[in-house]
């Protein structure tokens, strides 16, 4: 079949899928396409005239790209695969729906990178971050980190690679070749230790432990080893004077070798610094001016799932994704210093999507929302481990209502829930999927596949 | 009341599958029945002196982390050997219950040496044993009860002739995925590849390895009031139905 016929074949099964009732179509074009002929994705993409952008991460990826999207929408049309279907079926449906498209815009799973990159070619590839992550699916971090190096040793020459400094796994890749490195230089918002759970805790080049002279994010920070000296490279892009606003907000100073700029972004926490510079230092790779990239990052207002407000009637309920320690625990942190809430709910699947190894729950540190915390209602297919995990932790069974079923665990958190305020809820992917789908059959949302085409 | 000490091996190195989990159900168990739970780290460049600890705990890390730890575990072998023959109990699991046994032999047919604890030894695999697992085990004669647990491990474990597994595999693979046993149980020192955490959905086998602890403290062992196990119990369930709905299969 020539390439132009199996992509009007698999655009159809899409809509089919939509059709059919059984699912958002974000992947189904992508797969049947990757069936009939594995290298159209190749030639599709070499279609591009601007080329493509690759962001890879443990953490972020989905806000990341939604951030780039925003700062280079205005100058481009892009293939965006923006409900974050990132695995190459993922990248070819996205490709298959944006014709016209000039650059291509994908956030690629970890594991899925070596041969996103070699099919894609793109000019550029910006990688966040490294945490351990679904073990079950992934394997241990020092396999993922091991890819990256191969997929980064292979990029085209004259790619740009940008990546994050104050990642000691991430900011040791391929450093002797021209890169960009972006991190956080503001030692006020220094945790006062390592969490419970971080991961790369000890030199890369030669095994003896780092010192910190700020820890940022898990294992992200300033760090240096006392052995080797391998210490953070320096940084061309940094944010500085952060300025935390609970849940509503967090501004910076975006240094760049183009001057310093004031930044207020809509989304809150420290872990949306990280992901508006890699956004920023991505932008700019792609040759975006500093006036540019600063619009699109106040224009942006929040990425699928990752932190959604939703109003449902006189109530509102906040969605904020979790799927791992480390980003669970910045969740954690953030709420904490919005003031803890009195009522929670969690929804816990094990899906193949979620993990199917539930363990990483203790991993994470919920304990600092037991300062306020009066109710919570634990949700989803392990919502009895999770009820367990705040049991230990501390919180009475009194206070744990477990609701397997998500729709009863919703209604039951809106009962709780007083008129005009806010019910928060933590959810791991497939059941913030479920909770959106529940929410928009009650009319309060957009399916995602709806708002993947606007 | 008395007071129990915990031993725990290495945690900054191996805390891979939420350790700290099975940490919390021995402090929490402990406190409800009003006993006092001290945990003491043990890492590089401690000293084990045998009837300071009523229990030890080792867990699991990632290949690095262990090879970082191995010298100085082995070396921990005797002092640790001389501890539980002198009644002290330990769990080990995944990572920790491989290095505790004679050695693991990595994939270029290299050897490093374990603790010799447990009379077993482990061979890297090709593939991953992945899953939810049911055991039946039977530590007290006549009393059979199940262990739910999620694994996770390339190393198939052998167990020497003659060494008692820690229970029978109802569902998942197990110690090699062929054998249908799990574990290893040396006396008082148990081993397995179950994470998940391993103790909060198994209640009764924290309650026996706290029982075992108290009895090397005071000589006695202590008579346990139930507590209200209800969310322990649902949790046990849905990690039981996995592991017979899709537990066992690569």
């Known amino acids: ?454 | 009341m008395s007071r129990i000490v915990v031993g725990h091996l290495f945690p900054d190195y191996l805390n891979i599958y939420a350790d700290r989990g099975n940490i919390a159900v021995f402090a929490r168990r402990a406190a409800w029945r009003r006993h006092e739970l001290e945990v003491r780290p043990l890492g590089l460049g401690d000293e084990i002196r045998p009837g300071e600890h009523d229990l030890y705990y080792i867990g699991g890390g990632q290949d690095r982390e262990q090879a970082l730890i191995a010298p100085a575990l082995e070396a921990f072998g005797e002092p640790l050997r001389a501890a539980i023959d002198g009644g002290a109990a330990l769990l080990a699991v995944c990572g920790g219950y491989q290095l505790l046994g004679r050695f693991y032999r990595d994939r270029s047919g290299d050897e490093l040496p374990g603790a010799g604890l447990f009379p077993l030894h482990t061979v890297a695999g090709e593939r991953r044993m992945i899953g939810d697992v049911l055991l039946e085990c039977e530590l007290d004669p006549g009393l059979r009860r199940t262990l739910a647990g999620f694994e996770n491990h390339a190393g198939r474990t052998f167990l020497d002739e003659g060494a008692k597994p820690l229970g029978r595999v109802l569902a998942g693979f197990g110690n090699d995925g062929e054998s249908g046993y799990e574990g290893c149980r040396a006396g008082r020192a148990l081993g397995t590849y179950l994470h998940g955490p391993l103790l909060p959905r198994n209640p009764w086998l924290a309650d026996w390895l706290l029982a075992q602890a108290i009895a090397h403290r005071t000589g006695k062992p202590p008579t346990f009031e139930p507590l209200p196990d209800e969310f322990e119990a649902a949790a046990h369930d849905v990690s039981a139905a996995r592991a017979y709905a899709r537990g066992g299969r690569y």
């Open chain 1, 1 to 454: 079949m020539p390439l132009s016929a199996e992509v009007l074949f698999a655009r159809a099964a899409g809509r089919l899928s939509r059709l059919a009732g059984t699912g958002g179509g974000t992947t189904v074009p992508g797969k049947l396409l990757w069936k009939l002929d594995p290298g159209a994705v190749d030639r599709l993409a070499a279609r591009l005239p601007q080329g493509s952008a690759l962001i890879s991460a443990t953490n972020g990826k989905t806000t990341t790209s939604a951030m780039v999207a925003r700062i280079l929408s205005p100058s481009l049309r892009l293939a965006h695969n923006r409900a974050g279907a990132n695995l190459v079926s993922g990248v070819a449906s996205a490709l298959l729906s944006a014709s016209g498209a000039e650059l291509g815009l994908f956030e690629v799973d970890e594991a899925a990178l070596p041969e996103v990159a070699r099919r894609l070619r793109p000019r550029a590839l910006c990688l966040g971050n490294l945490f351990r992550d679904q073990l079950d699916r992934y394997g241990e971090l020092e396999l993922v980190a091991e890819r990256w190096r191969a997929a980064v040793v292979d990029l085209p020459v004259d790619a740009q690679l940008v990546v994050n400094g104050d990642d000691p796994q991430v900011g040791d890749l391929n450093a002797t070749r021209p890169r960009i490195v972006f991190g956080v230089d503001d030692p006020r918002h220094s945790s006062e230790e390592l969490p419970h759970a971080a991961d790369s805790k000890w030199c890369v080049r030669c095994g003896t432990p780092y010192a910190y002279a700020a820890v940022y994010i898990g294992h992200l920070g300033d760090y240096r080893c006392p052995a080797c000296g391998h210490t953070r490279p320096p940084l061309d892009l940094s944010a500085r004077e952060i300025q935390l606003n609970g849940l509503e907000s967090v501004s910076f100073s975006l240094e760049t070798p183009e001057g310093a700029r004031r930044v207020e972004l809509a989304v809150p926490g420290l872990y949306n610094v990280y992901n508006a510079l890699a956004a920023a230092s991505l932008a700019r790779a792609l040759g975006f001016r500093l006036d540019e990239v600063v619009a699109g990052l106040e224009g942006f207002s929040a990425a699928f799932g990752r932190f959604e407000r939703i109003a449902l009637g006189d109530r509102t309920l906040l969605v904020l994704l979790i799927k791992n320690p480390a980003g669970a625990n910045e969740v954690v942190r953030t709420l904490v210093a919005a003031g803890a809430p009195k009522l929670l709910l969690v929804a816990l699947n094990d899906e193949l999507a979620d993990g199917r190894d539930v363990s990483w729950i203790w991993d994470v540190d919920f304990e600092p929302l037991l300062g306020g915390l009066e109710r919570l209602v634990a949700t989803g297919e392990r919502a009895a481990e999770l009820a367990l995990r705040f049991k230990y932790a501390g919180l009475p069974s009194e206070s744990i209502d477990v609701v397997p079923e998500l729709d009863a665990a919703l209604d039951h958190g809106l009962e709780l829930t007083a008129a005009g305020s806010e019910l928060v809820a933590l959810a791991t992917y497939t059941a913030m999927l479920a909770l959106r789908d529940l929410v928009a059959r009650r009319g309060f949302v957009r399916p995602y596949w709806e708002e993947a085409a606007a």
